[in-house]
């Protein structure tokens, strides 16, 4: 049997390393910019255009304000979100578990369906084989001896090479800029779904709590290391909201030039457009690379959820990941939808679990000083979170008739 996820257990706060660092620095951006992200771009910039730069700033914008407290309040508190949950109310982390390992599970079908998409624009694998090679290696991963710091050195190159071959194409494809901008802050069209869609795909669900609980999991917490924590925070929101801006401009560019991009896999038609060849094959790596860091994120992340509750869940993390991962794969092998289908209404659902945990933690935040260890948390902070809270109760409550019509 493998040893337990190592860097899961606490370690003194000394010795936490700077790959440790990073890695929950990228767990949290990979995750958040993952086969979902990118498939929910294509197919919204194909629909709005220039239009959707106003979904993206948004995005961006509820993500900082998201970020910045979760990390704060669950990197500060030393406890993940279930258990803050359970404090605040018995019973109510449970409630909090079920919601999140649900929506991990929906995304990491989808998450195993762009491997797939992956593979298929990188070697021309059969969807199915792609999907479960990807599940294997994905395994593979968490059953090694050091299974966390394999996690933590994976994310971060893959998590690099994604922005630079990205960055690659956005600049290949000539988008127009200047409109894009414009349309940031005045778009020809606001579509809610789209905007529930993006934000679910990016800091809904799992995602919320991927780079915080890993922080809490290699020790970094207390008041004391609020400085490490925000640090962190933001450097993976700068990673975040560059890759975000530089994927949908690398669309753009290919839309606006008046390309038809097809149903099946519209991103690899459109990096193809924009490089030929080239661009087919490095559209492969970067969704491969989304998606293989976004199985192993919403893995960890949702397991995190379900063995704080037992020393014997604890005890068995490495396996209960690998159960998830199983899961996550018979259901791909198993539904009829298409990938690309699965990834969107992924993003939805979870952007509708968004509002639960994040509004217990501005709870915590805003009455619960004693579970901060009597720290005075910064008003500013808690009134951008109280707002943005009410933003996503608003967009989710938007996006229903939406979500209803993917589902059918």
Do not use: C
């Not at 996690?151 to 090479?161: A, K, T």
């Not at 192993?296 to 704080?308: D, L, M, N, P, R």
Request: hydrophobic content about 55%; overall charge positive.
């Amino acid at each position: 049997m493998a040893e337990q996820l190592d860097s899961t257990v606490e370690k003194p706060r000394s010795g936490v390393t700077k790959g440790t660092l990073l890695g929950a620095i990228f767990l949290m951006a990979t995750s958040a910019i993952g086969p979902g992200f990118i498939t929910q771009t294509t197919a919204f910039t194909v629909q709005l255009g220039a239009a959707f730069a106003f979904a993206i700033l948004l995005s961006i914008l509820i993500d900082i304000a998201v970020q910045l407290n979760v990390w704060r309040v669950i990197g500060v508190s030393g406890m993940r979100a279930q258990e803050l949950g359970n404090r605040v109310l018995p019973g109510l982390g449970f409630v909090m578990a079920a919601l999140v390992v649900f929506g991990g599970l929906v995304f990491n079908i989808g998450n195993i369906a762009g491997t797939s998409l992956g593979l298929d624009a990188l070697f021309g694998v059969d969807v199915k084989i792609g999907g479960a090679i990807s599940a294997v290696i994905a395994i593979a991963i968490f059953l090694s001896k050091k299974a966390g710091v394999a996690m933590d050195r994976i994310v971060v190159v893959l998590g690099v090479l994604m922005i630079a071959l990205t960055i690659y194409v956005a600049i290949a494809s000539g988008p127009p800029v200047g409109e894009a901008m414009r349309q940031s802050v005045i778009p020809d069209e606001v579509d809610f779904l789209a905007i529930t869609t993006l934000i679910g795909g990016t800091v809904g669900g799992y995602i919320t709590y991927a780079g915080a609980h890993r922080l809490v999991d290699a020790g970094v917490k207390g008041p004391e290391q609020v400085v490490q924590v925000s640090r962190s925070s933001v450097v993976s929101l700068l990673v975040t909201g560059v890759m975000r801006i530089v994927l949908f401009l690398a669309i753009l560019g290919v839309v606006a030039a008046g390309v038809t991009l097809g149903d099946g896999n519209p991103t690899a038609a459109a990096f193809q457009h924009a490089a030929g060849e080239v661009g087919l094959r490095l559209f492969g790596m970067i969704l491969w690379g989304a998606a293989i860091t976004s199985v192993i994120g919403a893995s960890y992340t949702s397991v995190s959820f379900i063995a704080s509750f037992s020393p014997v869940l604890e005890r068995r993390r490495n396996w209960l990941v690998v159960a998830f991962i199983a899961i996550s794969l018979t259901a791909f092998l198993m539904m009829e939808q298409a990938p690309t289908t699965l990834l969107i209404l992924a993003g939805a659902l979870n952007g509708l679990i968004l509002p639960v945990g994040f509004g217990v933690l501005m709870w915590v935040a805003a009455r619960r000083r004693d579970l901060l260890g009597g720290y005075n948390y910064p008003k500013w902070l808690m009134g951008i979170g109280v707002v943005t809270w009410l933003l996503t109760l608003y967009l989710g409550w938007k996006a229903l008739s939406g979500i209803t019509a993917l589902w059918s």
